[in-house]
């Protein structure tokens, strides 16, 4: 497996990876976002579910109670202090069958106490990407719509796999905030 660079990355784009694609790094007055030089820095939509605690709901993946959670539309979303917040990417992925996703939070959130958490892009996976962001610190934090939130990294095999598509994967095609699937 290798890391891919740039290039790599914008020819994909052009088939179709990345819808709405960035061809360069856009970072004059907002938290970058684009095209990077091995990666692709995602955008977090104006779409945010923030967890709340008002009747006492266990979080439950397997019975997922939607009363946990709070949903707001806004360009900036406050994370309450030691929270949690879902958002997803304005950006629709269609990953190659033979390449595998990581995505890492972006060191301007980091360094403020924000953990952002996604799980592996799978070969053969499309959908926009459902973002988990953690508010870390006992003060609230304040996070942006349309501008950059996490990096990916995309790694290419020599080979292409059994892909989520054909396994049938819960989240194939996702679109909007996904919430936990059994």
């Keep these: 497996m290798s890391v891919k660079p740039d290039w790599w ?8 990876m990345i819808d709405p694609f960035e061809d360069g790094l856009v970072r004059e ?6 095209l990077s030089s091995f990666g692709y820095d995602l955008r977090a939509a104006p779409e945010w579910r923030i967890f709340v605690n008002a009747f006492n709901s266990v979080v439950d993946p ?8 709070v ?13 949690f917040v879902l958002t997803r990417s304005v950006e629709y992925l269609r990953i190659p069958e033979d390449v595998m996703v990581l995505a890492l939070g972006k060191s301007s ?10 799980t592996p892009l799978e070969p053969g996976w499309e959908g926009h ?23 990916l990294v ?29």
């Design 29 to 34: 007055g907002v938290i970058s976002y684009g």
């Design 154 to 182: 995309f790694f290419q095999g020599d080979r292409p796999t059994q892909t989520y598509a054909e396994r049938k994967g819960k989240y194939q095609g996702q679109r909007g905030v996904t919430l936990p699937r059994l």
């Design 71 to 83: 949903e707001f539309e806004g360009e900036e979303c406050i994370i309450p202090p030691n929270s």
């Design 62 to 69: 397997k019975h997922f109670d939607t009363r946990s959670l």
């Design 109 to 118: 959130y980091a360094r403020c106490g924000i953990v952002a958490n996604v």
């Design 129 to 151: 990407v459902t973002l988990e962001l953690s508010n870390t610190t006992p003060l609230p934090a304040k996070v942006y719509a349309n501008e950059g939130i996490v990096q």
């Design 9 to 16: 990355i914008r020819e994909r784009a052009a088939a179709g």
